[in-house]
């Protein structure tokens, strides 16, 4: 693919060893994620590449969704990675590594309320802030790489939707898109190596756990199209939410597409 190059608005990061050391920049596109993948298929991308946009006109979220953001206002980006150290059945703790280091980001900005919401949103009190898509590949049963495209509502005020909030409304200021991606993508580093030498799997599953919204609370929840309370306990070694039903007094296990969070 043929890559237009524009003056960036954005440098790598001064202060990370691998993370974002290739920036691409691009004024709009589809999905950074798309751009990554296809950029995958025809070329051997260095592991921490970075692809960033002010503007995506096709912006993907999980469960098949779009993700929606005013241009210039909002990071969004895709990382590529290549976990290839972690066994497949592991493969939920790139999620959590992730999901922790978006969040280790929000508490260094000094917000208090922040959450993850099974299995890698962020929000701030009962409003998303940001989301996660990661898209991997395998081969010989193994991760060959992994595309983590993260959306982040920074300096955006105003939603189409009122379940959504922004840094600027939460912290009640505006925010250099610069300065917070060399943040963020240092917290996701630190976090990615702690993944890859230290394996400290049952670490990591804890302070997930320590964050997750909804965690030991009675909720309503929808599976099949049937509502029911119940109590998320905990994640499965595969990533699963683990759910206690109040009125059969049973746990039930759930993948991404099989429950929704009500009320
Ligand atoms: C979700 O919450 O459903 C996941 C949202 C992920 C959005 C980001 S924005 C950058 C990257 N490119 C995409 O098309 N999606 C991800």
């Known amino acids: 693919m043929l890559l237009k190059l524009n003056k960036s608005l954005y440098n790598s990061p ?7 050391s290739k920036l691409i920049y691009l004024p709009e596109c589809h999905s950074t994620n798309t751009t990554a993948l296809q950029l995958l298929q025809q070329e051997s991308l260095p592991e921490g590449t970075v692809i960033i946009t002010d503007r995506q006109l096709a912006g993907r979220g999980q469960r098949g969704n779009s993700w929606e953001a005013v241009s210039g206002q909002n990071l969004t980006f895709s990382m590529v990675l290549r976990p290839r150290f972690l066994p497949i059945q592991d493969q939920f703790l790139l999620n959590i590594s992730i999901s922790l280091a978006i969040s280790d980001f929000l508490t260094d900005l000094q917000l208090s309320g922040a959450a993850i919401k099974w299995p890698n949103d962020l929000y701030a009190g009962s409003k998303k802030l ?5 898209e991997s590949s395998l081969k010989n049963a193994q991760l060959e790489w992994s595309v983590i495209g993260i959306g982040i509502n920074v300096n955006q005020k105003e939603f189409s939707v009122p379940t959504a909030t922004s840094l600027a409304l939460e912290l009640g200021c505006d925010h ?28 990591l599953r804890r302070e997930y756990l320590e964050r997750m919204y909804w965690l030991g609370e009675w909720h309503l929840f929808e599976t099949e199209g049937k509502q029911f309370t119940g109590k998320i306990v905990g994640i499965d070694p595969r990533g699963k939410l683990a759910v206690l039903h109040q009125q ?5 296990y759930y993948g ?7 009320a």
Do not use: C, P, W
């Not at 940001?130 to 990661?134: A, D, E, M």
């Open 130 to 134: 940001g989301g996660i898509l990661i």
């Open 14 to 20: 001064a202060n990370t060893l691998f993370i974002g």
């Open 248 to 252: 059969e007094e049973q746990l039930h």
């Open 176 to 203: 250099s898109l610069q300065q917070l991606l060399d943040q963020l993508l240092k917290a996701l580093e630190v976090r990615y190596l702690q993944l890859m030498k230290q394996k400290k799997t049952q670490e």
């Open 256 to 262: 991404i597409q099989q429950i929704r969070y009500l």
